[in-house]
């Protein structure tokens, strides 16, 4: 049978980071769907679609090949499009303890709840300190993003702040 996981996340906005989980999953897997997801808890900075473009063209400019599906889901638990698509695992970065505090009551709820196992892939140091709220928060107080972000992303924030 064929393997399929789903990577979820917020993706507000995709960085290398991000970048780099999907493209160690796709290896392991023979389909990959990048799923954003509307994370209750955070309040967002882009709108779901423009996530949603923004990772696709990431993805594409990466040259990745034709194993990686992107979606989003808003409605209703996660395990649930998991199981639509056939998947068994859920497959998160994991950066430090904190992503360890909050990812382990989830993973084990979504166990229990529909037989899925989430992996935890370490990030690669370059990119181990990253994350979407850093990206935020430059862009916000008008620096230059480019390090942290595809090339997509950071073309896409720099027009944004131009108000082109
Ligand atoms: N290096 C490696 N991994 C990274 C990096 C990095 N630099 N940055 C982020 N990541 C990983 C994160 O650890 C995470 O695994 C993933 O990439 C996505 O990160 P974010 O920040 O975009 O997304 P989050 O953390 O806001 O996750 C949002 C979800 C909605 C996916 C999450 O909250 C979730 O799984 N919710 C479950 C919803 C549900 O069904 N609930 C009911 C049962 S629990």
Known sequence: SSRIAVVPGSFDPPTLGHLD???RAAKLYDELHVLVVHNPGKEAMLPIAARLSLIEQSIADEGMDGNVIVGSWSMGLLVDYARDVGAGVLVKGI????????ESPMAIVNR????IETVFLL?????ALVSSSLVRQVAGLGGDVSPFVPPAVAAFLDTGSRGI
């Not at 990030?123 to 990119?127: G, N, V």
């Open 21 to 23: 989980v999907i493209r």
């Open 95 to 102: 950066r430090s303890q904190i992503d360890v505090a909050y």
């Open 123 to 127: 990030p690669d140091p370059a990119h």
């Open 112 to 115: 229990h709840l529909a037989d």
